[in-house]
């Protein structure tokens, strides 16, 4: 069974461009979360979605940042316009029912210059 | 304060040593504990999940939660080279209308374990 894939590994980009990061869950699994961490900080929740439906988006840090997942297969998290503080390593995760442990994708790395 | 505490470390011990990791966390509503183990420049890998108080084994790995305490651990027997990573524990409770479960992170213990 393949894992969570996360596409790119790494991005730099410059203030004020936009980027998007994907994220493909494992096979089946109808929950996805987006997470983040920042330098020296906790991984953090930003949002979770029950197939297509957003559950809760509390942890999306502002309107900058807007995450689909249309047909309930891979989500898309993109970022525009960037700021600096938004570099960091996001990673996305997935679960087959709520309340299962989550499975992590390898993260993507972004930085913004 | 912040709901979930843990000892950045870093922590190293000699090989085939027992290994003790640790977190303690404030909301009381948390009910799921899972500790992850983080290689270098990878993802998260799931170890242990336990649900309520108790403890949970699985080959060299042992959780343990005691809510009551609101502390949880995680020990490593015999351990080895190749578990030197670092360590995170996560928590979550049962979300508004039972279907959120998103996980709260300690920051994580960096182990390396010497040959």
């Known amino acids: 069974e393949a894992g969570v894939t996360q596409f790119p590994s790494h991005s730099v980009i410059e203030k004020g461009q936009t980027v998007t990061l994907r994220c493909d869950p494992i096979s089946g699994h109808d929950n996805l979360y987006w997470y983040r961490r920042v330098m020296g900080k906790e991984i953090k929740f930003l949002l979770h979605?029950?197939?297509?439906?957003?559950?809760?988006e509390s942890g999306m840090p502002n309107n900058r940042f807007l995450a689909e997942r249309t047909g309930g297969t891979y989500s898309t998290l993109k970022v525009q316009p960037a700021e600096l503080e938004d570099s960091g390593v996001y990673f996305c995760?997935?679960?087959?029912?709520?309340?299962?442990?989550?499975?992590f994708g390898p993260g993507t790395r972004l930085t913004v210059l | 304060q912040k709901e979930v505490e843990q000892d950045p470390g870093p922590l190293s011990v000699p090989e085939g040593a027992i290994v003790s990791l640790n977190c303690t966390y404030s909301n009381s509503a948390f009910q799921y504990f899972m500790w992850y183990r983080q290689y270098s420049r990878k993802g998260p890998e799931l170890l242990m999940y336990?649900?309520?108080?108790g403890n949970k084994e699985d080959g060299r790995f042992t959780a343990q939660v005691d809510k009551s305490s609101k502390y949880i651990s995680l020990f490593i027997r015999d351990s080895q080279p190749s578990d030197s990573a670092t360590y995170l524990c996560a928590m979550s409770a049962k979300g508004s209308g039972g279907s959120n479960y998103k996980l709260t992170f300690g920051k994580g213990t960096l182990l390396t374990v010497n040959p």
């Open positions: 336990t649900y309520s108080s």
């Open positions: 995760a997935s679960s087959r029912n709520a309340g299962t442990g989550q499975f």
């Open positions: 979605f029950v197939k297509e439906s957003k559950q809760d």
